[in-house]
């Protein structure tokens, strides 16, 4: 049971005695348990660890300071790393070391040289190439980030304040409760030039300066978007998991510079482990006196409230979200009046991301030239980016704005899987773009990407090879944003759907040419005339793609060919000059359409092919291609 | 989202767990999602005495309620099979071939495009967007456990797994 906190002596106290504590755990291991490794089975792994541990009589904690001792082992559950490709993951302190593709059964080996021993397991380091990375920030998909949101993800345990506590968690919180007055936070925000994460990058300390000035409401609210509904997009859920108190003291830090006692964190239902996380860490904090009434006996209150979204993608859009709060069907109304002015229960809102928020406390601490040190001038700071799709190291990254996509595809992403070439990268999900490779050197930030049309959005990079078709990703796209339109407004719920319609229509061979210029009209019809942002972008990825790849669109319509053979009713499988003639792709087609002589190339019948791919996929040699 | 109800999702709905979540929720009309969630959570659905229910206590119409029920994708007025397997749809799954997984699913589980549940009551498969787990993908998430790096013939033998599980319980 933890105390309530009643003044700042108190609460430096509390934190000088988790900093010494933390500084008694000689030796670390921190298990994964962001929802990634965890499906890999890290929570397997961290039990048996623990049974390990105590086979050998040593003694450990699994919450800060539960030993006592001046030499102990602590074995905690983190939260996401990042590299989810290389998962489950185990990070070894004090060394640094990071262990890749973890199983339950190498907790005995772990146990005993690792932790007796001190010795590096060489078969559960991260090798490329035959180059051993046995720190973590060695490794080349660390060694270009710079990780400041993301710094103790994957360090900590999620699950206990006091951890948060040991490396100088609320220390901005109680700076600004006994140092700061609310202009001044303001102020120090401004000056950082923090713009909003989630996408439209408004100016975070000119957003909190609107609802500050409401002075004559005595009830304001502060609305974290944790509705990361992005496919492709997870850098607001792993930090909701791996470090959930930044979230919320950056939440009250806002509550306390726009005189704001209410807070609420909306929060995606596909996310249990984020909800879980905030959870224990508001129940945490409420123990301890950080969040309530009368925060760490300054006066001051700040109550926080979780909501969990349920599954309605439009709820990402601020007037959708705080109908949403409100118990509503989650639609966008008309803007003005603006949700600072007029927003959650019609009260003045102040509406940010789980990233813009996480990024506050550091500000705080570190000051505003500390966040511009790194960055743009007009994007000050760093972004973090899921990194997904086609390339060698998926997983979550963080790097300073203005890193251009090489440095994240090939430095850090390690370039393409299984060797094929890049083709695009479709950047800010179902609102964003595709950028090719005449963008790789453009630096990411807000303006260089809206000056090609494409948007930072909230962060999600999903990397193509050569393979993918371009024009089924316009229409997945489309589709998405079919199912996802609220149907408010005629021209996203009218015009979507029969944008749909017409991909559809030239991925199964039946597109016209007059079709191209229809999408366009189309597309600047809905960007002109809808309502909310999710139909104002809804066209983006059909415009983008077709800026840069007409001539696939065409390939669709005019010779009725996907080279990729991605679009299944225009592909066709063919044997390549690979066939060694073994005849197993003869033996197992369910039609017939396979005919050739034992050691020749054989030959498919297309009409009579019905493209199952049972070829392709008994091949011993990989010579059957599909395009 | 399917608006018929069909003859399986009629049973008996405990009208004091549902009294016992409004109670927990002040009966406050601001809370319905959360209401709804915590009775889906039990019913695997939301049953129309609960919802008839649910509007008179909390003092909105039943058409209302029912416009707020039938927005969201989570909300079903179907009843869902044991297992609900989650199939994401989701960009980093798209490039990485999730729709063959779907489709094994579908197969191994008798269900399809236009009937989401199995005879038996064993299986739902929903499409969703993104589970946010895009480092793995294709994954597919059952009963709220995330299942990585997906194939087709993965997703077969998962199908098999759960029937055994199922059967064991039974």
């Known amino acids: ?627 | 989202m399917k608006m018929e109800r069909t003859e399986k999702t009629l049973e008996n709905v405990n009208l004091a767990f549902v009294d016992a979540v409004l109670d927990k929720y002040g009966c406050d009309k601001s809370k319905v999602i959360a209401i709804m969630q915590d009775v889906q959570e039990k019913y695997r659905y939301l049953p129309q005495e609960a919802l008839t229910h649910i509007a008179k206590k909390v003092g909105i119409s039943e058409s209302k309620l029912y416009g707020v029920a039938t927005f969201y994708g989570n909300f079903s007025l179907d009843a869902k099979g044991k297992y609900v397997i989650k199939v994401c749809r989701g960009t980093a799954c798209h490039v990485r071939k999730s729709s063959n997984v779907l489709q094994a699913l579908y197969e191994a589980t008798g269900t399809g495009e236009e009937k989401s549940s199995s005879d038996d009551g064993l299986f739902t498969i929903e499409i969703v967007s993104c589970l946010g787990a895009c480092g793995l993908s294709p994954v597919v998430m059952v009963n709220d456990v995330v299942h990585a790096a997906m194939t087709p013939d993965k997703a077969k033998s998962l199908v098999a797994d759960l029937r055994e599980e199922a059967h064991e319980h039974a």
């Open chain 1, 1 to 627: 049971m933890r105390e309530k906190i009643g003044s700042l002596a108190e609460f430096q106290a509390l934190q000088e005695k988790c900093i010494a504590a933390k500084k008694a755990e000689k030796r670390k291991v921190l298990v994964c348990c962001g929802t990634g490794c965890a499906a890999g089975g890290n929570l397997a792994l961290y039990e048996e660890l623990k049974n390990q541990i105590a086979a050998h009589g040593l003694s450990f904690e699994v919450a800060l300071g539960d030993a006592h001792e001046d030499s102990v082992i602590g074995v905690k559950k983190s939260g996401c790393h990042g590299f989810c490709e290389m998962g489950p993951l185990v990070r070894i302190e004090p060394e640094g070391w990071l262990y890749t593709k973890c199983r339950a059964e190498d907790a005995k080996e772990i146990v005993e040289k690792t932790i007796l021993g001190g010795e590096f397991i060489e078969r559960l380091g991260y090798n490329r190439g035959g180059e051993l990375s046995k720190r973590q920030e060695d490794i080349p998909f660390y060694k270009k980030q710079t990780r400041r949101v993301l710094e103790h993800c994957g360090h900590i345990d999620a699950e206990s304040i006091e951890e948060y506590l040991s490396i100088g968690g609320y220390t901005a919180l109680a700076k600004c409760l006994f140092e700061l007055t609310g202009e001044e936070i303001i102020q120090e925000i401004s000056d950082s030039g923090l713009r909003g994460r989630g996408g439209a990058g408004f100016p975070t300390g000119r957003k909190w300066a609107q609802v500050a000035a409401h002075k004559e409401e005595p009830v304001k609210y502060i609305v974290c978007n944790g509705d990361e509904g992005d496919p492709g997009a997870f850098m607001d859920r792993s930090c909701m998991e791996g470090d959930p108190h930044k979230v919320l003291e950056g939440m009250i830090i806002a509550g306390v510079a726009t005189d704001s006692t209410e807070g609420y964190i909306y929060v995606r239902a596909e996310y249990p482990l984020a909800v879980h996380r905030l959870t224990i860490a508001i129940a945490q904090a409420e123990e301890l006196g950080i969040l309530g009434d009368n925060i760490l006996g300054s006066g001051k209150s700040f109550h926080m409230h979780i909501n969990k979204g349920a599954g309605a993608f439009v709820c990402g859009e601020g007037s959708a979200m705080t109908a949403s709060i409100e118990g509503n069907r989650g639609m966008p109304r008309t803007k003005p009046p603006r949700s600072v002015d007029k927003g959650l229960f019609g009260k003045p809102t102040c509406l940010n991301n789980v990233e813009t928020f996480a990024n506050v406390p550091d500000i705080i601490k570190k000051g505003a030239a500390w966040f511009r040190s790194v960055g743009t001038e007009g994007s000050p700071g760093t972004k973090a980016f899921a990194l997904t799709g086609n390339v060698v190291n998926t997983g979550l990254i963080e790097v300073p704005m203005g890193t251009t996509l090489r440095e994240v595809v090939y430095d850090i992403g390690g370039g393409i899987k299984n060797g094929k070439k890049f083709k695009a990268v479709q950047i800010g999900g179902p609102s964003g773009g595709c950028l090719t490779e005449e963008h790789l050197d453009l630096p990411m930030d807000f303006d260089s990407l809206k000056k090609v049309g494409a948007i930072i959005g909230s962060g999600g990079l999903v990397v193509m090879d050569e393979d993918s078709c371009m024009v089924n990703i316009a229409q997945f796209f489309m589709n998405f944003i079919c199912e996802e339109s609220c149907g408010k407004c005629t021209p996203c719920r009218e015009g979507t759907t029969r944008m749909n319609e017409i991909l559809t229509r030239i991925t199964q061979g039946n597109g016209r040419m007059s079709d191209i210029d229809e999408l366009k009209s189309l597309a600047e019809m809905i960007q002109s005339s809808s309502l909310c942002g999710l139909g104002k972008t809804a066209p983006n990825p059909v415009l983008s793609t077709l800026l840069n790849f007409e001539d696939e669109y065409v390939e669709h319509i005019r010779d009725k060919r996907c080279h990729c053979g991605t679009c299944k009713a225009l592909s066709q499988f063919v044997i390549t000059d690979k066939c060694i003639g073994c005849t197993k792709c003869a033996r197992n087609c369910p039609v017939n359409a396979i005919t050739g002589t034992v050691r020749h190339r054989h030959v498919i019948d297309t009409t009579r092919c019905i493209k199952c791919g049972t070829c392709k996929a008994n091949c011993p040699v990989g010579a059957i291609k599909e395009g």
